[in-house]
């Protein structure tokens, strides 16, 4: 599924944080969206998952206006794990992960849903925590839990804000493998850029709300722009079995105060 962000601009409490952005994910595709704190990353990611209602703009799925759909509709296209999640009552991992059938339901759950759960937790590595209470689990647990509810819920378009949040590096690793390989248009923003570079298709660097820079990774990561951007001196290599552009960084050194 093609999502499609048009001109889209947002405005929280008379700030607007989003200028007229515009990009395309293709079908299949994996993008991502770099920036800084701050630079607007979380507020769009959160037009595509309806958490947020643009104040100017669209967000398209093969053309159709995301918000004109119903929330069960919208659901069964775009799944979404956000960066903050939370849960107020201990539902067992089992319960949280079945939640994503909902908008696929007309009434009680089925052994088929049980079997699709069972299958998204093993995707991710959980498999032997469905019957844990989600409240017990430790950041990394429960990150690869919400992960396993996303793809419970089979969308097409699959929205994560730093997915790798809490996880060690080999869960970063499965995990963002297992996105790429979905066969999902998948939207993601992340902070690490060598993991940004190495997973995503392409990269949007948005600064102060607006994209600065679109391409592939090896495109968009020159130094210049990530010093302009991050305010760090980046050095570019060459990952050594993949080929993919990796960074090395330093501070970005004052030239009149060394």
Wanted: net charge negative; glycine share 10%; proline share 5%.
């Amino acid at each position: 599924m093609r999502v499609d962000i048009e001109e889209v601009s947002v405005e929280i409490a008379g700030a607007r944080l989003v200028h007229e952005v515009t990009l395309r994910a293709g079908s299949g595709r994996v993008l991502g969206l770099v920036g800084p704190n701050g630079s607007g990353k979380s507020t769009l990611l959160r037009c595509v998952y309806r958490a947020l209602r643009p104040a100017s703009g669209a967000v398209r799925l093969d053309g159709d206006d995301l918000h004109t759909l119903s929330a069960r509709e919208g659901a069964r296209r775009v799944g979404a794990l956000p960066q903050e999640s939370s849960a107020e009552f201990d539902f067992t991992v089992a319960e949280v992960v079945a939640m994503g059938r909902l908008p696929h339901r007309g009434g009680f759950a089925s052994g088929g849903d049980e079997e699709l759960c069972a299958a998204a937790l093993a995707r991710v590595g959980a498999a032997h925590l469905a019957q844990r209470g989600f409240l017990q689990l430790s950041g990394g647990e429960k990150q690869r839990v919400l992960i396993a509810r996303a793809l419970a819920q089979q969308p097409r378009v699959l929205v994560l804000d730093e997915p790798t949040n809490h996880l060690d590096i080999a869960h970063q690793l499965e995990v963002l493998a297992l996105v790429r390989d979905s066969g999902l248009t998948v939207l993601t923003a992340l902070h690490d850029l060598n993991l940004a570079a190495a997973h995503c298709d392409e990269l949007h660097v948005i600064a102060q709300g607006r994209i600065v820079a679109s391409g592939t990774p090896g495109e968009v990561l020159r130094p210049e722009l990530l010093a302009e951007v991050f305010g760090v001196r980046a050095h570019p290599v060459r990952h050594p079995e993949t080929g993919a552009v990796q960074l090395l960084f330093d501070r970005l050194t004052d030239p009149v105060h060394p």
